[in-house]
């Protein structure tokens, strides 16, 4: 975390700097009360006189250093709060970009609330300790020692005092701390817990509400948040007994304080009215610090619990690998499957693919029908990697896909995914994502292509109608014709269709794919479907059965030869009428 501070050390200078200022302002100001009193009330050098002069004159000079202390508090708390800020600022950033690079693998195992988590409460949690760190301690140690020295400055004797108090103070200091320091860790666990259960059901709430699970979800909720707030409830405890605990030891120490201050009056040793009252503001500075010394180290012990959480992501080695080709090379979109097997890597022993091979030509349009959980998907979430094959190849344009820079891989194919995932932003803006520089009227193309503009012109605002978060303000064919129009509109010679048809009738998905196949002849295509309908004027038709292609061929050719085809058409399309 070092080399995030390092980018602002000015910063972290000045603020301790400041804020050895501020502390010998307050060190010095007892020195003057005790001259108020002794000489200004008791008018010890007078004849016991007053001397309100000596009072007017030292009230000043403690005024000017507490205006003059409190501007260097200020600075100090500027500078610190500008360096743990930007220090925040950068390690979050960095966190996030992190996270977008990992593999969908990656994702799955530090699971959507740990991460969201991590980079808000465990990024805040090391602020904190940055920012007290720089002020803090300085201010701890030097009231601490310097309070101290001016204490034994005043009378040696004082110092029996702090030899009594001042173990006691750091042993219940050092039992709490103890005690506290591991239930920070589960700490950020419960708080991942709560930030699961809010998430799922905010993305889940019309599920929910559509099975009257309400009640059943606030009660887990409750169960989530109850275990957060009994960690933290008894951390809390801990650390609230600390308070009186130094209060009880601090009015004893001043007890002391004045009878020790006695026998020397009495003795007469030379010791004053005013020194005892200065060793009583010394002594309450000096246990306040071992109190602020105490909050330090509480939170140290919950930012060492977060920045373990942080560097597990920041040390996170991305598992697809970059490739070095990046060349614009003439592209025709070939795609061959070599020998590919794959299993998801959390279930090694369940192959979804098993030994794939086949070559689809740059400019076909391919359609791959199979069964719920027949491996479609995983298939072509092999193409742009989201992740790699566990045996054989896959080549795109007769290169390994593994040798290819993901950047330069991915911008050659188009994907709209099973799930519409759409943005909280224009309808405008969630088609454009994938191709930021496109024109207004390139855009409204795509819409077209995707049977969409109809439906976007019919909204007040038009393309420039907002969309609610994960497009709640849009039903399910809607979303799926805004997310193939993303991906036509992007310039590429892969396109491919997760099941992206499915919440469509079958009129307006024939109009679909009757433009797609009009307007990118030399594009590649492959059509993911459980429909038949979908598919059935491709080139070629890959029927997919528990991760192996058992058939392939043309539609007709498919109803002639193959069994599986002829009953799937007999269940979807025999006696409907089928849009060409």
């Not at 004893?252 to 009252?277: D, F, H, P, R, W």
């Not at 396109?495 to 594009?523: G, Q, R, W």
């Not at 058939?551 to 002639?560: A, C, P, R, S």
Request: net charge neutral; charged share 20%; with cysteine.
């Amino acid at each position: 975390m070092f080399k995030y501070i390092k980018k602002y050390w000015y910063y972290a200078i000045w603020a301790p700097i400041f804020m050895i200022g501020e502390v010998c302002m307050d060190l010095l100001q007892p020195n003057y009360l005790s001259k108020i009193i002794d000489e200004g009330v008791n008018g010890i050098y007078n004849n016991g006189m007053p001397d309100v002069q000596i009072i007017l004159t030292n009230g000043l000079i403690m005024i000017g250093l507490v205006i003059l202390g409190g501007i260097f508090g200020v600075l100090s708390g500027v500078f610190a709060n500008l360096c743990s800020q930007n220090f925040a600022n950068d390690l979050r950033v960095d966190c996030f970009r992190k996270v977008m690079h990992l593999s969908f693998q990656q994702s799955d195992d530090f699971e959507t609330g740990s991460l969201v988590t991590r980079i808000t409460n465990d990024v805040t949690q090391i602020q904190n300790l940055v920012s007290l760190l720089i002020r803090g301690f300085v201010r701890t140690f030097m009231l601490f020692t310097g309070g101290i020295f001016c204490m034994l400055m005043l009378e040696l004797s004082f110092g029996i005092v702090l030899s009594c108090s001042l173990p006691i103070v750091i042993l219940f200091v050092f039992i709490f701390i103890r005690k506290a320091s591991p239930k920070f860790k589960i700490l950020q666990k419960k708080i991942d817990e709560v930030n699961s259960v809010l998430q799922e059901n905010v993305a889940g709430a019309r599920v929910v509400k559509a099975y009257v699970k309400e009640d059943y979800e606030e009660n887990r909720f409750d169960k989530a948040n109850t275990g957060l707030v009994g960690i933290q409830g008894y951390v809390l405890k801990l650390f609230s007994l600390m308070h009186p605990i130094t209060n009880i030891i601090l009015n004893l120490s001043i007890v002391a304080i004045i009878y020790v201050g006695g026998i020397n009056i009495k003795a007469n040793n030379g010791m004053t009215t005013g020194q005892i009252m200065a060793a009583i503001t010394y002594i309450s500075r000096i246990l306040m610090a071992i109190l602020n010394m105490a909050n330090l180290f509480q939170t140290a012990s919950r930012a060492q619990a977060s920045s373990v959480r942080i560097k597990e992501i920041l040390r996170a080695l991305p598992i697809i690998k970059d490739g070095y080709f990046k060349e614009e090379t003439e592209s025709f979109g070939k795609i061959e499957f070599k020998n590919v097997s794959f299993s998801y890597p959390n279930q090694a022993d369940v192959p979804v693919l098993k030994n794939l091979s086949f070559t689809i030509e740059g400019g076909q349009s391919v359609g791959i029908l199979g069964s719920t959980g027949s491996g479609k998907s995983s298939l072509v979430h092999l193409i742009p990697r989201f992740y790699d094959a566990s045996e054989g190849n896959i080549l795109i344009d007769d290169i390994d896909i593994k040798d290819y820079s993901l950047e330069y891989l991915r911008s050659k194919i188009s994907i709209a995914l099973q799930k519409s995932e759409l943005f909280s932003k224009t309808i405008y803006e969630n088609i454009a994502f994938s191709y930021p520089s496109s024109a207004k009227e390139e855009v409204i193309e795509a819409a077209k292509i995707a049977c969409a503009d109809e439906f976007i012109c019919a909204k007040e605002e038009g393309y420039y109608t907002l969309v609610a978060e994960k497009g709640m303000s849009l039903s399910g064919g809607q979303k799926q014709r805004m997310s193939i129009a993303r991906a036509v509109l992007k310039p590429s010679e892969i396109l491919i269709l997760d099941d992206t048809t499915s919440a469509l009738d079958m009129k307006t998905e024939a109009n679909v794919l009757k433009n797609l196949n009009e307007k990118y002849k030399e594009k590649t295509k492959i059509i993911i479907a459980q429909r038949i309908s979908s598919v059935r004027n491709a080139d070629i038709i890959f029927v997919l059965e528990q991760g192996k292609i058992v058939d392939k061929g043309t539609h007709e050719e498919l109803l002639k030869s193959s069994k599986i085809y002829q009953e799937i058409y007999s269940s979807q399309l025999k006696g409907v009428e089928i849009y060409e």
